[in-house]
């Protein structure tokens, strides 16, 4: 029942991960040119030119919140990096054996697991 729940849920994250890939390259692409944009506002010398890429990263930052949905996206692609992490995992807790040895630190790793279930 685990592995079909995390197949559903896998399955329906990739689906919203198809549904935003476009938003996705977008917000990526806009937030390279912010950056650029960025750049050539520091190396500008005139008030004129900074004011121009003040403009330009204006324009720029306006399309990166219009993309802010891409965020969705992002969360899809770690909801699915923790499905493939958890995908093999065992159901139940690790077994705890009883041993008969009169070594301390065998014991005390017994009694530490029983306190931690």
């Known amino acids: 029942m685990r592995k079909f729940l995390l197949f559903v849920s896998g399955l329906v994250a990739l689906l919203v991960l198809l549904a935003n890939l476009g938003p996705m390259v977008l917000l990526a692409v806009s937030g390279w040119l912010l950056y650029v ?4 506002f520091v190396k500008s010398d005139s008030t004129a ?3 121009g890429w003040v403009i330009v990263g204006l324009i720029v930052l306006s399309i990166v919140f219009s993309n802010i949905y891409a965020v969705i996206g992002v969360a899809a692609v770690y909801a699915l990096y923790w499905i493939y992490q958890n995908w093999n995992k065992d159901e139940r807790d690790p077994v705890v054996e009883t041993v008969e040895d009169d070594d301390p630190f065998t014991n005390f790793e017994r009694q530490w697991a029983e306190l931690n279930n």
């Open 49 to 51: 030119a900074k004011v």
């Open 37 to 40: 944009v960025f750049k050539k």
